[in-house]
């Protein structure tokens, strides 16, 4: 039989009760708080991802009523979205399909649970429900350039 000190025990304890804790609080963060994985939906190519009707200067579509896929592109010099305004009305849901055609950029919108590295020549895809009326900013939240404090833009919802 193996002799195990009582302060041993004690750390063993302990740090099995914390991954219990931890575990736990991820799996209610990921079923209860609505946290998502970005989808890679598809690829596109960075060098022609300018001259993309979607993506060009950016686009918002209604599918249905309260029901919307916005199309965004962040750009490195001159550092901002395309689009960067969006409304939509209140209740709305909005599917993001988001890409940049030259270096890696991140895309957070505050208030939601939107939060995606975008990578070049490739869409991801993230959907938030606005059920409260105001401004949803979103930055770039990585490091992309001399300008990349000029990354905003901001969700109106109506």
Same mark, same amino acid.
């Given at each position: 039989m193996i002799h195990v000190n009582v302060y041993e025990k004690w750390w063993i304890g302990? /740090? /099995?009760l914390m991954l219990v804790v931890f575990g736990t609080a991820v799996g209610v963060s990921a079923f209860m708080g609505g946290i998502q994985v970005p989808i890679p939906e598809a690829r596109i190519d960075p060098r022609t991802v300018a001259a993309d009707p979607k993506f060009k200067d950016g686009s918002l579509q209604m599918l249905a009523p309260g029901k919307y896929v916005a199309y965004v592109r962040a750009q490195?010099?001159?550092w901002k979205f395309f689009p960067e305004k969006i409304e939509v009305p209140l209740n709305s *849901?909005? /599917?993001f399909y988001v890409t940049s055609g030259d270096v890696q950029h991140g895309f957070r919108i505050d208030g *939601?649970?939107?939060n995606?590295?975008?990578l070049?020549?490739?869409v991801s895809k993230m959907t938030a429900k606005f059920d409260k009326?105001?401004?949803f900013p979103f930055v770039c939240h990585e490091?992309?350039?001399v300008g990349h404090q000029n990354m905003f833009g901001k969700v109106i919802v109506k």
């Open positions: 302990l /740090t /099995t490195a010099s001159p *849901t909005v /599917t *939601t649970n939107i995606v590295m975008i070049p020549g490739q009326a105001g401004e490091y992309c350039g």
